[in-house]
């Protein structure tokens, strides 16, 4: 690879709350390294230095909510090279995507005194629904360890090695006993993907949900679970409703639930 | 000096701190004429989604506001929740929940001084171009931050949105073995805590200060954390329950955050200073030792040396980080199980950047009526413009480029969270001059 540049990274903000990115630099060990392999070109959260674009790899944290984002983020593809989307926020519209099932209009005046202040979007919706992506990393946040797989592929010309199973194969292989099975917990972990090492059941929770549906969740059949163990219809809405409402697999199962 | 008439200077999104916004200062004469931030992170309306959520959801709903402070956002939550049923956790709970958050001081307190403030003050853009010159320094900080996130990975599963932390106490919490296991680290931790504090020392730290309210909350035992009173150094001292009695929340055109104010007083400082000016009895005799040795009295109105305070801060966390992990007994059970009832609570949380307050009305079956937040960056707006009026004329002499820079470095005195506050940046200074 002589002569060859290390490659250029830019990481993005839209509407979110810092943490995936930041999962960068929580990356104590391997912080240094990785700066050995790529050049961290724009970065405004960790460095005032910006490198102009092309970008061989942007990472784009947060939703799009306002018409200034909706632009932004076409120019934000056309610099780039890859463009990867980091967190529930970009890959699904994330909480903030809870207005999608409201009156926008209604939550600005709840929150905001003057609402001709205020330009926002309708609904809150994933990167995907405006541009190409090339990969998206779920999880809310999203897992550091596979923040680095993603990069690490990317050097290397090869698919990042990322399960699309769900939570329950990660706490079979861990041991955890199911905690709906053995406690009656509502857990999200038949339908949600795999990615943060099963981490609620083994701290004797249900999960919730925050690595966004698997492959072919089952839904249908969860609620029939949760029903089963007590659980109410407007639990079962709001259960579905969390970080990844607006993922299409989730936000047509609280339909359901909505409208029965 | 200068013969121009005019200068504008503009960057276009503030670096090292968390979210977006601007910052436009208009000049005439090296007068300023007009200091305003702007912060254009986009709503995303919390207080309108919590309604008709479950009261228990609160905590890991309002965790999302900020992904650098999900303690100060957890804490205060559960914290407002349980005053609505008068719930009181055992001993043990509470020293956890304290453990938990020096976890989060110290990783959010050595990010910010050592990689993200640190360079202001060195000429570098960032840390990695500090590292080159400064290796010992930044790989030093990089292990002590990783040890404050070890303390949330144990006690809340992950680093970022902690899931172990609920209304009543914990879903599980550690034996005595796995918390003893942070020792090692931790005792490493405080003597390198301390040299850090030295070497922040030794930075250049710009000579200006100002005549601040300072807020915070004060608990009589104890440095605060989860709990304690609201006071002041200009005669406030109230309950959680009259914050809206006394603080003004104002929605200005140039920005998505709520400003606040004292009602008849004005502007107020939150953060590590107001902390440390109003509760420094309460640090140990060790920090107030070394805070003496680093040239800090009881009181710093620099907001230069926040970075300082930060430093003792940290060195105060790892100390009380050591004496719970030494004794501490695991409780019967990881939390008290409670009933909803209707009513209003208050729960309000020293965020490392300041008060995170939150107040919510629920029903009796649990379901939020009403959700109120006032996040600490917001409610330090106001200090960060007043701060660059009073900055700028001191330094006008300075040329365009390294002005802007001052002016940043002044916002970051405050360590800002902008995806917090929005409910911040672009800087742009505009200078014109007359005939």
Redesign the interface.
């Given at each position: 690879m002589r002569g060859v540049k290390k490659p250029k990274l830019a990481v993005w903000?839209?509407?979110?709350?810092?943490?995936?990115q930041?999962?960068l630099?929580?990356c104590?060990?391997e912080?240094?390294t990785v700066?050995e392999h790529v050049d961290?070109a724009y970065f405004?959260?960790?460095?005032?230095?910006?490198q102009k674009g092309p970008y061989d790899v942007s990472l784009v944290e947060?939703s799009i909510?306002?018409p200034h984002?909706a632009e932004r983020i076409n120019k934000i593809r056309r610099m780039s090279r890859y463009l990867i989307t980091i967190g529930a926020c970009a890959t699904s519209g994330?909480?903030?995507a809870?207005?999608n099932f409201?009156d926008?209009n209604?939550?600005?005046r709840?929150?905001?005194?003057?609402p001709e202040?205020?330009e926002?979007l309708r609904n809150?919706t994933p990167i995907a629904m405006h541009v190409y992506v090339d990969f998206e990393l779920r999880g809310?946040?999203v897992n550091k360890y596979q923040l680095i797989e993603v990069l690490n592929a990317l050097l290397n010309n090869r698919r990042p090695n990322l399960p699309t199973y769900s939570v329950c194969i990660e706490c079979k292989r861990r041991g955890t006993a199911c905690v709906m099975v053995s406690e009656g917990v509502p857990c999200m972990g038949p339908v949600t993907q795999a990615g943060?090492g099963a981490?609620?059941p083994?701290?004797?929770?249900g999960c919730?949900g925050?690595f966004g549906p698997m492959e072919v969740p089952n839904t249908a059949a969860l609620s029939a679970c949760w029903s089963n163990i007590g659980v109410q219809k407007d639990?079962l809405v709001?259960g579905f409703r969390?970080?990844n409402a607006y993922a299409d697999p989730f936000r047509k199962e609280s339909e359901v639930h909505e409208h029965a | 000096m200068s013969t121009r008439k005019s200068r504008t200077l503009k960057v276009d999104?503030?670096?090292?701190?968390?979210?977006?916004g601007a910052l436009f200062i208009r000049l005439k004469d090296d007068n300023v004429t007009e200091v305003q931030l702007r912060i254009f992170?986009?709503?995303?309306?919390?207080?309108?989604?919590l309604?008709g959520?479950?009261w228990t959801?609160a905590p890991?709903?309002t965790a999302?506001?900020?992904?650098?402070c999900?303690i100060a956002y957890l804490a205060s939550s559960i914290s407002a929740m349980e005053s609505i049923v008068g719930a009181e956790v055992p001993h043990p709970i509470r020293e956890l929940r304290r453990l938990i958050y020096c976890g989060e001081w110290i990783e959010s307190h050595i990010?910010h001084l050592a990689?993200?403030h640190a360079?202001d003050f060195l000429g570098y853009?960032?840390?990695?171009?500090m590292?080159k010159d400064h290796p010992d320094i930044?790989?030093g900080a990089?292990?002590l931050?990783?040890i404050g996130?070890d303390i949330m990975v144990l006690l809340g599963?992950?680093?970022?949105?902690p899931?172990?932390l609920?209304v009543g106490g914990?879903?599980?919490v550690p034996t005595k073995d796995e918390l003893q296991k942070l020792r090692p680290d931790l005792e490493w931790g405080l003597e390198a805590s301390q040299q850090v504090a030295r070497w922040a020392a030794t930075l250049d730290y710009p000579d200006f200060e100002r005549d601040y309210e300072f807020v915070a909350l004060r608990h009589p035992k104890e440095y605060p954390l989860w709990e304690g009173r609201l006071v002041s150094n200009k005669g406030l001292d109230i309950p959680l329950s009259e914050f809206y009695d006394h603080v003004v929340e104002?929605?200005?055109?140039r920005s998505?955050s709520?400003h606040s104010s004292m009602r008849q007083r004005g502007t107020y400082h939150v953060g590590p200073l107001a902390r440390y000016a109003l509760n420094y009895e309460h640090l140990t005799p060790g920090c107030q030792a070394l805070a003496r040795e680093c040239g800090l009295g009881p009181t710093c109105n620099n907001p230069f040396k926040s970075l300082l305070v930060r430093a003792i801060e940290t060195v105060y966390a790892y100390e009380e980080a050591l004496r719970i992990v030494n004794t501490y007994e695991m409780p019967d059970r990881?939390y008290v199980p409670l009933e909803p009832r209707a009513g209003r609570g208050y729960g309000c949380s020293e965020a490392p950047r300041g008060i995170c307050y939150h107040t919510y009305a629920i029903d009796d079956q649990g379901v939020i009526l009403d959700a109120r937040i006032a996040p600490p960056t917001a409610q330090n707006q106001r200090c960060m413009e007043e701060d660059l009026a009073a900055l700028v004329p001191q330094f006008a002499h300075l040329k365009d480029d390294d002005l802007t820079?001052r002016c940043?470095q002044a916002v970051r005195n405050y360590d800002p969270?902008i995806?917090?506050s929005c409910?911040f940046l672009k800087l742009e200074v505009q200078r014109e001059y007359s005939h």
């Open positions: 903000k839209f509407a979110s709350c810092d943490g995936c930041l999962s630099l929580d104590e060990d912080l240094l700066a961290i405004p959260e960790a460095t005032r230095a910006v947060g909510t306002t984002d994330g909480i903030q809870l207005r409201a926008v209604q939550y600005i709840i929150v905001y005194a003057h202040y205020i926002t809150s809310c946040p943060c981490l609620c083994s701290y004797r929770r919730y925050c639990d709001r969390m970080f | 999104y503030l670096a090292r701190v968390e979210g977006e992170e986009p709503p995303r309306f919390f207080e309108g989604f309604r959520r479950r959801e890991d709903i999302r506001i900020c992904g650098i999900p990010l990689m993200l360079p853009q960032d840390a990695l171009a590292a930044v790989k990089l292990r931050k990783k996130n599963g992950r680093e970022i949105h899931i172990n609920r914990f879903y599980s104002e929605h200005v055109a998505t709520l990881p820079w940043e969270c995806s917090c409910h």
